[in-house]
């Protein structure tokens, strides 16, 4: 039976010490301030951007939301962009992806200031990440890490396997594990013998966006999974990457879903929010 990492629990923790950070802060005459721009109606965009209106709420940031709609021109987001960047109170900047047609998201990334970019997603943040030297991760991988440190587990020397290889998640991911001596394999799509590989995985972290991807014939015995995924099964149920009734009994740590790696990235965007307030006001 695996010991199950409760994403509830340590984002809880995450986000109590934001809260006594900013009531610092805040006795400084500083608050940090997160401007969050959603483009459309797409309804897994809403729900994202109101947890995280909520998330600021609880932690005592100043939140600003920015609702265009879906046929806002090129010009007219890079122009709120160009405004949110001169001011000073607004110390994070997220624009909510997936954008609509006909908008270019990379010029949309490129256009936040780096100082600004909580999302960690401007190539000179990227950058930084990849020689180990940053102020700012992505909020997803940054809240597997936060999961890993608090269960106890050491990632040097162990074999690592991140199936995916997006810029958000997967790509980050296999960073992090880098910096702390993990030897690290990224698997894709293109990938062959994929399951043997997973097989041999002292830690496995699936974000491939496909449920129950991950079988319990994938998993070594002993390993520790971590879900990212966040699916619809057949019955409409939410469900993760990874077969979760299958693999539970196979490994030593996993992260269920709903309620594991989720609350993790909202955690972590209120953490890079504090962090690019303390870094704006020196």
Do not use: W
Not at 16 to 35: D, H, N, Q
């Amino acid at each position: 039976m695996a010991t199950v990492i409760s994403g509830k629990e340590v984002s809880a923790k995450v986000r109590a010490e934001v809260r006594e950070e900013c009531e610092k802060l805040k006795a400084k005459g500083i608050t940090p301030g997160l401007a969050v721009i959603i483009v459309g109606d797409d309804p897994a965009s809403r729900v994202y951007v109101n947890n995280k209106k909520k998330a600021c709420a609880d932690v005592g940031f100043l939140s600003e939301e920015y609702a265009l709609p879906a046929e806002t021109t090129q010009e007219e987001l890079l122009s709120l962009i160009d405004t949110l960047n001169k001011r000073t109170d607004i110390h994070g900047i997220l624009c909510q992806l997936p954008l609509p047609k006909g908008l270019d998201e990379t010029a949309v990334i490129h256009a936040i200031d780096p100082k600004k970019d909580v999302d960690a997603f401007h190539p000179f943040n990227v950058g930084k990440i990849m020689i180990g030297d940053y102020d700012f991760l992505p909020c997803t991988p940054a809240g597997v890490m936060e999961l890993i440190h608090f269960a106890g587990i050491n990632v040097s020397g162990k074999s690592c396997v991140v199936i995916g290889r997006s810029n958000i998640v997967g790509k980050p991911m296999a960073m992090l594990l880098l910096h702390e001596n993990g030897t690290v394999t990224i698997c894709h799509s293109k990938t062959k013998n994929l399951k043997e590989i997973c097989a041999e995985a002292d830690i496995l972290v699936a974000a491939v966006g496909r449920p129950k991807f991950v079988t319990a014939d994938m998993v070594k015995e002993g390993a520790v999974v971590l879900d990212v995924g966040i699916n619809r099964d057949e019955n409409g149920k939410l469900c993760g990457d990874v077969d979760y009734a299958a693999v539970e009994p196979k490994a030593s740590y996993i992260t269920p879903v709903p309620g594991g790696v989720g609350p993790m990235t909202i955690a972590m965007l209120m953490k890079n929010t504090l962090k690019a307030a303390v870094l704006q006001s020196k």
